[in-house]
């Protein structure tokens, strides 16, 4: 039976540890670890139990109740006399939790488990309204699909159904038909163990039970999508989705969310050339097998009717449509009249093929250095706070290994819209695994969903005492002597912060001692994580912030645990690519730096930058001096904008190319723990959208250097023999989960800096 | 004597819930017995005394008591369900009303001989009166020093004792939904051995919890004070003692009546001033959620658990109901499977579904509109309830169905045939009133 019978969802296989039993499965012999579900080891065997609330990344606590998975166990049992004989448990078993035992013998196929699986389907469908001709779930619909192949054939219940008004609009994403509910409590339990928000819930009792949300309020959630996926009927349905399409009518492309730096894994469902939904896909080293909302609804803009399809042109301040050859022969001109006078900025949102081609056309054709893919702030040197310490750029832990922390320390960061599964992961990490979380920022989000909820400590310092903060922190684990001996010589530290008690630094960042104490003694653990978020990484003084951090993570014994991810799709891809002023891919240094983002507005400000490139930069929102980026944009003498839709920023250009967006090209993303995922193209909008490699491919065809490349493969290829950083990522080793590629040569040992 | 006051002893006694009356009447002599033996002496003569739970289900009570880990590594809860919610029962009622410090001496004996840290007693929203009876109860415990802290001047004795109101739900009488009740969560029940810890290795808030009747704690209480072997001497071979069985329906002294375990149900019935209105029908002996047995039926059975379960049906918490001939067997299934269908916690699909469906067929039936075939459909909707739900509610709800038409299956032929009562205008309960009749009346 298809692999989407009920969610997309294998059963998670436990690790083979610890103790095995030996147990029996329709006459099939197999050991499985002791104390796993029983559903679980039938997957093991192969053997097909059917199920509507168990979930293998739901708790348990709460399942078994659909009953739908029902099987015969019998248990050895001594006699008095020694002989052991199988006994049968009375009553059929819930197999979703019941614990795998020794010499425990399961039936699934017994003719009194078919007849109770019958049963619960009949009950079910009692109240269920047959309205699946015009259900979103028609189709895929786990409730159909146990029905075909385990239910009964008519129901003998000819009483009224339970009626309520359909289509209860649960929040702006989510509708709710409580009629089709079946009481599974999967959502429910998503939103208490797996999004924390505890939004919904059962309300009234027996056949009258229904859930819904405390007194029926809206339900504010940042991973409200995921409850629609999670529902085995269509009750829960998506505002947006709804009514589009039948499951049977839409395609199926695998991708790579393009929110955020996560890289969730993704499916795009379309139909000619919409895209209608997207569903996640599994990765347990991503996102397991959650979205957020911000991705699994944000993407209207794709098939918008806003997309440009040609390129523009601006003639006299009209824009004018103009094709293709028209538009190149303009910029080429230029670009050749520029004569290295040129700046390219952008590419996060980029592929790493778009942004290999980008680098290469600057740097070996039109010899410049003048490139950044950085537009919020931060233009120093490339992250080399970070590198010349602990020997990465961006994210020293895995996402994964978040949740095995015993400490968190999240700082200046509203992680859930930043980092929206490093948030989940951090959850997991304090709900499952017990670790303590601190969460230090400058101001208090009004939403449902925080660290902040389950932050044992949360400070809310003022703007700018970050330093002051951690000095306090530092001084308290100084003091308290709560430091782990890690061969490091600390005095000079010591010193430094001995001036910065509690109580300074209370009265600099407007907290209380306490809190700072409390927080400090928190964090002596290990392992320990610092996840730093856009406050700190657009901070004026970065530098020293993360320093101190750095000291912070040192003196615990934390070495290597200071994150500062990227926040946009392929900002680590873009850094990786080499679009920065300083270094070429793979962080090769480069003989002259060119100008970083800030050095060329400033120079396209009083017009001595010839042509200015913005690919995906929405300059005029994201950069923090507006007034220098607008005037950037009026005085450079030629501005080219590479985007999807006319933006603001797109408004002020002089030449406007129609870019292909994440659903219509090839390529990979390098989320923010480095790992390289492909991207596949879904389906074509215009042929005159082209993607970004493909046009600077073109453009250096017309400045006589032709490359070889036809595909974004080849491009891969290219980087992948190119790039020591990438030499083993190749089209054909990403798979289906991407690869993470590692930096070559050991950490360096830890420092403490001081300044 | 079928009539065996143990825990009735002083019930009549004028102020008997006060301690000093209490303690002047042998009250605490149970506890200060307790306290000279080993912890495991204690539940040796519980044990010895062959006391099984006084809730419905009769499991002996030394084991669980002998089940919670014997040391002081984790806190033990002791709790007592005194959510009396069986239709038919009212015993705990009047322990708690008239006896409250038999309920808290047990407890605190129990807490002795289990480690136990704090005592919870759990009592059903409604019972407001005797919520106020064990409050002060306890209030004067603390003040003579048998709860609090070195209780008795004995060193490193404490323990606390609480009282938890319920909010109205029968499913909370349900030992883990009454644990989910009291953690603060929604009253649905937990997942039960084998897919859990037992709650004497894992209760409420993950500590070993022992949870008993009202009952139970109060013959604890009687067995400290008297020893175990004693209270053996009463009862039969393997129910042992007396238990406290509400009489209630067509008879003439409806009242709780103590009896010594194996006394015949027809010398009960005599007890109680025998039947009033006509001649005897049925009697549910146990509770609403127990098999009816016929007036024939009744001869054989003896109130202890092996006669009872021996004819069919079950002692379960004692809730007698004995019924006239002017009762419509039908119309009774009704409302009773009313209040399962209202009570349904709604976790698991047989039980919330079919607990309605039950119901609505019998109102179906009773309304006029039964169909040939209906009985079949009974029968299968319990067999498909009784043992697949998730807790005993739903067989709870399935059986009085399946033993109503079990015993009195022409009683239902005759609805369905004949589309009125077999007993006529003056049956009991009253037949329904249609209401709705164009939704209820489907042609047959």
Request: aromatic fraction near 8%; proline fraction near 5%; glycine fraction near 8%.
């Amino acid at each position: 039976m298809s692999d989407n019978r009920l969610t997309q969802t294998e059963a998670s296989l436990n690790r083979v540890t610890g103790q095995l039993v030996n147990i029996k499965i329709n006459g099939i012999e197999l050991q499985v670890p002791k104390g796993e579900s029983v559903i679980e080891s039938a997957k093991r065997a192969g053997v097909d139990i059917p199920f509507f609330c168990y979930h293998p990344r739901l708790s348990k606590g709460d399942a078994a109740n659909c009953r739908m998975c029902l099987v015969d166990v019998s248990m050895p049992r001594k006699n008095p006399d020694g002989s052991v004989i199988l006994a049968k448990m009375p009553k059929p078993q819930a197999s979703c939790t019941l614990p795998a035992d020794e010499g425990m013998v399961i039936e699934t196929e017994s003719a009194q488990v078919v007849r109770d699986r019958k049963g619960v389907l009949e009950f079910l469908l009692i109240n269920h309204p047959l309205d699946c001709p015009i259900c979103d779930r028609g189709g895929e619909c786990p409730l159909q699909n146990n029905t075909l192949f385990y239910g009964p054939p008519t129901s003998r219940y000819i009483e009224e159904k339970r009626h309520f008004p359909k289509a209860y609009p649960l929040s702006e994403n989510v509708v709710f038909d409580r009629e089709r509910c079946i009481h599974c409590a999967r959502c429910t339990r998503f939103t208490e163990d797996i999004s924390g928000d505890s939004q919904l819930g059962f309300l009234k009792r027996g056949a009258d039970m229904e859930v819904g949300t405390f007194a029926h309020t809206s339900y504010s959630s940042k991973f409200s999508g995921n409850v629609i996926e999670l529902c085995p009927v269509g009750a829960l349905l998506s505002r947006s989705y709804r009514f589009k399409a039948r499951p049977w009518d839409l395609h199926t492309q695998r991708s790579v969310c393009s929110k955020c730096s996560n890289g969730c894994n993704i499916k795009i469902d379309y139909r000619l050339d919409t895209l209608l939904r997207i569903n996640a896909r599994v990765n347990d080293a991503v996102n397991e097998e959650w979205t957020c909302d911000k991705g699994k609804f944000g993407h209207e803009y794709v098939s918008s009717p806003e997309r440009l399809k040609t390129p523009l042109l601006k003639v006299d301040g009209e824009w004018q449509e103009i094709d293709w050859s028209e538009a190149y022969r303009v910029l080429v001109e230029k670009l050749k009249a520029a004569n290295g006078s040129v700046g390219g900025i952008g590419g996060q949102r980029c592929t790493n093929e778009d942004n290999y081609l980008f680098q290469k056309l600057f740097r070996d054709v039109l010899k410049s250095n003048n490139l950044d893919h950085r537009t919020s702030g931060n233009f120093g040197a490339t992250n080399s706070t970070l590198y010349k310490r602990f020997g990465y750029h961006a994210m020293g832990n895995t996402i994964a290994d978040l949740e095995n922390m015993k400490a968190v320390f999240v700082i200046g960061s509203e992680l859930v819209d930043e980092q929206p599964i490093l948030f989940l992961r951090i959850r997991k990490a304090w709900r499952y695994n017990g670790a303590s979380v601190v969460n230090a920022v400058t101001s208090v989000q009004e939403s449902s969903t925080r660290v902040g909820d389950f932050a044992e400590v949360e400070l809310v310092y003022k703007p700018g005492s970050e330093l002051a903060l951690i000095n306090g922190m530092l001084n308290v684990l100084f003091t308290e002597n709560l430091l782990p001996e890690t061969g490091v010589d600390t005095k000079k530290l010591q010193a430094h912060v001995a001036s910065w008690t509690p109580e300074k630094s209370a009265a600099e960042t407007g907290l209380a001692a306490d809190a700072i104490a409390k927080a400090a003694r928190l964090l002596a653990k290990t392992p320990m994580t610092i996840i730093a978020g856009r406050e700190i990484a657009a901070h004026p003084h970065y530098e020293a912030i993360v320093n101190a951090l750095g000291n912070l993570v040192v003196v615990t014994g934390n070495m290597g645990n200071l994150n500062i991810p990227g926040l946009e799709a392929n900002t680590q891809g873009a850094m990786d690519m080499g679009i920065l002023p300083d270094s070429a891919p793979g962080y090769a240094p480069v003989e002259k730096a060119g100008m970083n983002t800030a050095q060329m507005l400033e120079a396209a400000a009083i017009g001595e930058l010839q042509v200015l490139w913005l690919v995906g930069a929405e300059l005029l929102e994201q950069y923090p001096d507006t007034a220098l980026a607008q005037k950037a944009l009026a005085n450079a003498p030629f501005v080219v904008v590479s985007e999807l839709t006319l933006t603001e920023t797109a408004k002020h250009a002089d030449l406007v190319l129609p870019s292909a967006s994440f659903a219509e090209k090839d390529g990979t993303f390098t989320n923010c723990e480095r790992r390289v995922q492909r991207i596949f193209k879904a389906f074509e909008i215009s042929q005159d959208i082209k993607p970004d490699w493909l046009i600077f491919s073109e453009v250096l065809a017309r400045l006589g250097v032709g490359v070889p490349y036809f595909s974004s493969r080849d491009i891969l290829r290219a980087i992948s023999t190119q790039v020591p950083a990438y030499a083993s990522i190749t089209p054909k080793s990403l798979g289906e989960a991407g690869l993470r590629w590692e930096y070559a040569g050991d950490q360096p040992a830890p420092t403490i800096v001081v300044e | 004597m079928p009539i065996l006051n143990l825990l009735y002893e002083n019930r009549d006694v004028q102020n008997i819930e006060n301690l000093d009356v209490y303690e002047a009447h042998g009250g605490y002599q149970g506890l200060r017995r307790a306290v000279t033996l080993e912890r495991q002496a204690v539940i040796d003569e519980i044990k010895t005394s062959g006391l099984r739970g006084r809730g419905g289900a009769g499991f002996p009570t030394w084991i669980k008591w002998n089940g919670l880990p014997k040391n002081f590594d984790k806190p033990h809860y002791i709790i007592c369900n005194a959510d009396e919610g069986e239709p038919g029962t009212y015993k705990d009622r009047e322990l708690l009303l008239k006896l409250p410090h038999l309920l808290v001496e047990g407890m605190i004996v129990a807490g002795y001989a289990c480690c136990g840290t704090a005592g919870y007693i759990y009592i059903r929203g409604e019972y407001v009166e005797p919520a106020w009876q064990i409050r002060k109860a306890i209030d004067q415990a603390y003040k003579q020093g048998y709860l609090g802290k070195n209780i008795l001047g004995i060193e490193g004795f404490n323990f606390d004792l609480y009282v938890h109101m319920g909010a109205g739900s029968y499913e909370c009488g349900e030992e883990s939904a009454l644990m989910s009740s009291l953690m603060g969560e929604r009253g649905n029940p937990r997942l039960k051995f084998p897919h859990a810890p037992l709650p004497v290795i894992e209760g409420v808030w993950k500590s070993p919890t022992l949870v008993n009747n009202v009952e139970t704690y109060c013959a604890a209480t009687w067995i400290a004070k008297n020893s175990g072997a004693e209270y053996a001497k009463y009862g039969t071979e393997r129910s042992k003692g007396s238990k406290i069985i509400s009489v209630s329906g067509h008879v003439a002294k409806p009242a709780n009546y103590e009896i010594e375990l194996g006394t015949p149900l027809m010398e009960l019935l005599k007890i109680a001033g025998g039947i009033t209105g006509g001649k005897l029908k049925a009697v549910i002996p146990g509770g609403s959620s127990v098999q009816i047995r016929t007036a024939e039926q009744c001869e054989k059975i003896n109130m202890d658990y092996e006669s009872c379960s021996a004819n069919g049906t079950l002692l379960g918490s004692g809730g007698f109901m004995a019924f006239n001939d002017k009762t419509d067997i039908v119309v009774l299934m009704r409302r009773t499977a009313e209040f399962y269908m209202h009570e349904s916690c709604g976790k698991c699909t047989p039980c919330r579904e079919g607990t309605r469906w039950i119901y609505k067929v019998l109102d179906r039936i009773t309304s006029g509109a039964g169909r040939q075939g209906d009985i079949e459909l009974l029968l299968d909707i319990c067999s498909q309830i009784d043992g697949r739900s998730y807790c005993a509610l739903g067989d709870a709800a399935a059986w009085p169905i399946v033993g109503a038409i079990k015993a009195f299956r022409e009683e239902f032929e005759y609805w369905i045939t004949h589309k009125r009562s077999p007993i006529g205008e003056d049956a009991v309960p009253p037949v329904p009133v249609v209401v709705n009749p164009l939704l209820t009346l489907t042609p047959a």
